[in-house]
Nanobody, 122 residues
Framework: QVQLVESGGGLVQAGGSLRLSCNAS????????MGWFRQAPGKEREFVAA????????YYAKSVRGRLTISRDNAKNTVYLQMNSLKPEDTATYYC???????????????WGQGTQVTVSS
């Protein structure tokens, strides 16, 4: 099992910034891919960004490319999502997820955190 704990959500004005953190513990060696997803009220959960513990190019949804940056600290087993130039449409619950490989479909990610709320006011 892999346990994921997110932190760093909150309320911010449009144009502002937040940094989300996700700490992974447990059998993390089985989960090379780490991802961020989000779900707004009444909408399906969607892919935001992903990165591999072992290296390689990060992946981003088109809607966040250039504004959000995913990074990792292998020594701390922690993945970050730096969120800049936030927009009201970024308002959602943000979830950290782990999987043995990176895909865009939430159904392919077996491990999830509890989620952290991000609210962007206009």
């Amino acid at each position: 099992q892999v346990q994921l704990v997110e932190s760093g959500g909150g309320l911010v004005q449009a144009g502002g910034s937040l940094r989300l953190s996700c700490n992974a513990s447990g059998r993390t060696f089985r989960s090379d891919g780490m991802g961020w997803f989000r779900q707004a009220p009444g909408k399906e959960r969607e892919f935001v960004a992903a990165i591999s513990w072992s290296g390689g190019t990060p992946y981003y949804a088109k809607s966040v490319r250039g504004r959000l940056t995913i990074s990792r600290d292998n020594a701390k087993n922690t993945v970050y999502l730096q969120m800049n130039s936030l927009k009201p449409e970024d308002t959602a619950t943000y979830y950290c997820a782990a999987a043995d490989r990176i895909t865009y479909a939430p159904a392919n990610w077996p491990y999830w955190g509890q989620g952290t709320q991000v609210t962007v006011s206009s």
